[in-house]
């Protein structure tokens, strides 16, 4: 299995500008997360899907961010304006079980945004 | 309330000395999982070791080894003999019965110096 995959591995994007951000899961995965690590604040979860449906938001900073998981495949977090406070490193993490058949998550490799 | 503690922040020894990063939790679950992640400097995160609240079972995996203690809330990670190669920062993890949700520490960095 090729993993998790996340594109793109780094962004430089102007204040304001729309940024969207990329994931694919491991096949057969059926929880998502997105988290956001920053040197300030460690790594944060924004939001997780399960079975393509989004269990928890409670961790997206604010209606700048969204993110979608339109089928098991892919998912998408989208920054809308991005501010050069969003800049940070984004991963993209998937796990195969759900209630008692918790598994560990793997993660991708990343997105570094940087927002000037 | 789920939460994950790693006290130190950073750790430096010298090539071949046994180190241990130390990881404290708190679950109202009566069955939870715990993990250990290791981020080297190029970033990426790199799965360990998970541990089911129900095994209590000590495990040894080359020169790692992790002490689960329910008793003291503890999920230990000791290195061996550490290697140049062992620098990164290291993360403990929790989840519990909701959905698969992952609580984070704030992460330990070990430097180990040649």
């Known amino acids: 299995d090729a993993g998790v995959i996340q594109s793109p591995r780094h962004e430089v994007t102007e204040m304001g500008q729309e940024v969207t951000l990329r994931c694919k899961p491991i096949?057969?995965?059926?929880?998502l997360f997105w988290y956001r690590q920053t040197m300030m604040r460690g790594l944060e979860l924004l939001i997780y899907?399960?079975?393509?449906?989004?269990?928890?938001d409670s961790g997206m900073p604010e209606d700048r961010f969204s993110a979608k998981m339109p089928n098991a495949s892919f998912s998408t977090l989208k920054i809308q304006p991005s501010e050069p406070r969003d800049s940070a490193v984004y991963f993209c993490?998937?796990?195969?079980?759900?209630?008692?058949?918790?598994?560990?998550?793997?993660f991708g490799q990343g997105t570094r945004l940087t927002v000037v | 309330a789920q939460k994950v503690t790693q006290a130190q922040t950073e750790i430096s020894v010298v090539e071949k000395e046994d180190v241990t990063l130390d990881c404290v939790y708190e679950?109202?679950?009566?069955?939870?999982?715990l993990f250990w992640y290791k981020q080297p400097p190029s970033g990426e995160l790199v799965f360990l070791i998970r541990?089911?609240?129900?095994?209590?079972q000590n495990e040894i995996s080359g020169r790692y080894s992790w002490n689960f203690q329910k008793s003291t809330s503890s999920f230990n990670f000791t290195i061996t003999a550490s290697q140049v190669v062992d620098s990164a920062v290291y993360f403990c993890?929790?989840?519990?019965?909701?959905?698969?949700?992952?609580?984070f520490g704030s992460g330990t960095k070990l430097n180990v110096k040649p």
């Open positions: 993490a998937s796990s195969g079980g759900t209630g008692s058949m918790n598994t560990e998550a793997f």
């Open positions: 096949s057969g995965h059926n929880s």
């Open positions: 899907f399960n079975n393509n449906v989004p269990i928890d």
């Open positions: 679950t109202r679950d009566t069955t939870y999982y």
């Open positions: 541990r089911n609240s129900f095994d209590e």
């Open positions: 993890a929790l989840s519990g019965d909701n959905f698969n949700k992952f609580y």
